[in-house]
C-alpha cells in the first residue's frame, strides 16, 4: 500500500498536491481537468503503493467524474477533496492487494502521508522553497540567525513564525518579505500554476511549438496537441479564455516526445510523478547556469518580486 513511500516521493506528492489544490482554487476549466487528472494520478502513485502509469490516470479520471470544471473552491475543500480521493484509492490499492480493510484504514490513519494534506500555505510555500535551494536546514537557519528545530516546526504547520522571524527566514531564502507575511499564510499559490499566454521563464519570449503531449497517449485527452515554449521545453495546454496551465510529463521512455528539456525530467521506469523530483513546472525553476541544468536552483522571480495585492 505505503510501503514503497519515502522522502522522494513525499517531495514528489506534496507538488502535485500543492499544483493540483491552486487548480481547484481558481477553477480548472476543461483543459485543467485534464491536467488535475495527471497531477492526481501522481499523488495516487507516490502514495498508494505504485502501480502502472495507465492504471493511475485511468483511476485519477474516474476520481474526477463529476467534479465541476469552473467552480473555483475554497482552499480547505480542495484540500479536503484531494485527501479524500487519495484516501480511497489507497484503500482501493489495498483491497486489490489482499490488505484486511479494516488493517488498512487504521494504517492509513497512522501514515505521515496525511499529514501532506493538512499543510496550510505557509508551510507548504517553506516546504517547497527549502527544497529547492539545496541547503540543509541546519544551513538555513544559521542563516536566518534562527535556532535550528523553527524550521522544521513551521514546516510541519505545528507553529508559526513572528514578524521577526519572518523576515529573517524569507532573507535566508531569498523571498520577498512579502511572500511570508501573516496575511498570506492562506493563500495558496495559484500564479506558479496558470500562466496568461506566455512563459515564465522568459525565454524564447511568447514563442510556442504545437505538438502532442505524449506520442503514445495512455489516456485519450493527452492525443490532443498542447503548445511547447520554445525557450524552456514546458507544455501548456490552453483554456478558451487564454489561460495556459502547465502540463506535467510523462512518458514509458526516456524520449516519449521531442522536447529534451521535458524528456530530461522523465525516468526511464516509466513511473508518474519523476518530474516532480525536481520543482515544477519548469519555467519557474532553474539553476543559474541555465534552464534544466543540475544544481542548485534558482528562486522564482515571482517569489523575489513582492506578491500582488488580492
Known sequence: ML?????GRELRALRAVDAASALLVVGIGEAGMAVLQRLLATVFECGAGGTSAAVELSRAGDALIGLPLDTPQPEAAARAWLAEAHRQRALERAQETGVDPDQAQEELLKHHAWALHQLDPLARRIRLV????GRTAAEVSRAARLEGHLLARWSRGATRP???????LARALGLAPGWLGVQRDTVPDT????SDGSCPCGVGAARFAAGTLDERPLNAAWGKLGLFCTGCGQP???EPDGRFHP????????????????ADGVQPDGWL??????PWPLAHWYSPDGLNRRGVLQIPEIYRSPPAAG
Do not use: C, M
Not at 3 to 7: F, G, Q, V
Not at 191 to 194: A, H, K, S
Not at 247 to 262: C, D, E, S, W
Open 130 to 133: 527549502h527544497a529547492s535551494t
Open 236 to 238: 501548456y495546454l490552453v
Open 273 to 278: 510523478g519523476a518530474e516532480l523530483s525536481r
Open 3 to 7: 510501503e514503497l513511500w519515502n522522502k
Open 191 to 194: 500564479v506558479l500554476y496558470q
Open 247 to 262: 502540463v506535467p510529463g510523462i512518458g514509458t521512455g526516456r524520449y516519449a516526445h521531442q522536447f529534451g528539456a521535458i
Open 162 to 168: 513572528d514578524a521577526g522571524q519572518r523576515r529573517a
